[in-house]
């Protein structure tokens, strides 16, 4: 339902109110997520209601007077459908995470070189996680931890660094002074430490090991010299995945703030 660029159903039996967990109504907050879209210059594509659709960027915003402008290309059939219809709605992706608000009032205007489709900025936006793509970086020497023991070895304990952690997978990093581990190898026991409250247990699969120069991010020279394991988790149970989410949309939300700042 939540995949491509054609908008989500929004009038299930449950009402609007069903969809309340994903609106953003604050005007601060919906102004930045456009403004993430305006100065990323991402494609914005624009549904009309007879399924017709325009791909555009959106160009400029004026909060003060609510209104914000789409580059625009006359002469296209879908789009004098949606200038016809007056209304659409847009769908745009930020970071695997899908936002749809509405269109309306939208006007064609021509300028000398250029033309615009100007329109109301959307009373809300609504925000739709792909969790399976979203992954949270880690940062830090002292950030989250896996530990578990070396299969080969199994009285060496390791606790490897935690790259980035999606609700899929997570990527480790595993300096040059671990003896190797290969793509294939599962763990059944493997402890992730997020951080305080929130720890759980699960297996982790290796699905691909990578060497990489540029591996090292600010403050973390000590991780040149390994290699990356990309991992995915095996027999997650309901309880690991309810922590791993809740950390993973606490670290979306300290994002989301700082955005505001």
């Given at each position: 339902m939540f995949q491509d660029t054609r908008p989500a159903a929004l009038d299930p039996l449950g009402g609007e109110d069903a969809w309340g967990s994903f609106r953003v109504q604050h005007p601060q907050e919906r102004a930045a997520l456009l403004r993430q879209l305006r100065d990323g210059q991402v494609p914005?594509?624009?549904?009309?209601?007879?399924?017709?659709?325009?791909?555009?960027?959106?160009?400029?915003l004026d909060t003060e007077r609510e209104r914000m402008s789409f580059s625009a290309s006359p002469g296209l059939p879908a789009l004098d459908r949606l200038l016809e219809a007056d209304e659409a709605v847009a769908v745009a992706y930020l970071d695997s995470v899908k936002l749809q608000f509405d269109v309306q009032h939208i006007t064609l205007v021509r300028g000398a070189q250029s033309a615009t489709l100007q329109c109301a900025l959307p009373g809300s936006i609504y925000r739709f996680q792909r969790r399976n793509a979203y992954r949270v970086r880690t940062d830090g020497r002292h950030g989250p931890a896996a530990r578990l023991r070396h299969p080969s070895m199994p009285d060496m304990q390791l606790a490897l660094r935690v790259l980035d952690v999606s609700i899929g997978g997570c990527a480790l990093w595993c300096p040059n002074d671990v003896p190797p581990l290969q793509a294939g190898t599962r763990f059944s026991e493997v402890t992730v430490d997020l951080g305080p409250d929130n720890r759980f247990q699960a297996g982790l699969s290796i699905q691909h090991v990578s060497s990489s120069g540029n591996a090292s991010g600010p403050g973390e020279g000590d991780r040149a010299g390994g290699v990356r394991?990309?991992?995915?988790?095996?027999?997650?149970?309901?309880?690991?995945?309810?922590?791993?989410q809740r950390w993973i949309d606490q670290a979306q939300k300290r994002r989301r703030m700082l955005s505001l700042e």
């Open positions: 914005v594509n624009l549904n009309g209601p007879d399924g017709s659709s325009v791909t555009t960027l959106l160009w400029s394991l990309g991992c995915e988790w095996v027999q997650l149970s309901g309880a690991a995945e309810r922590v791993l």
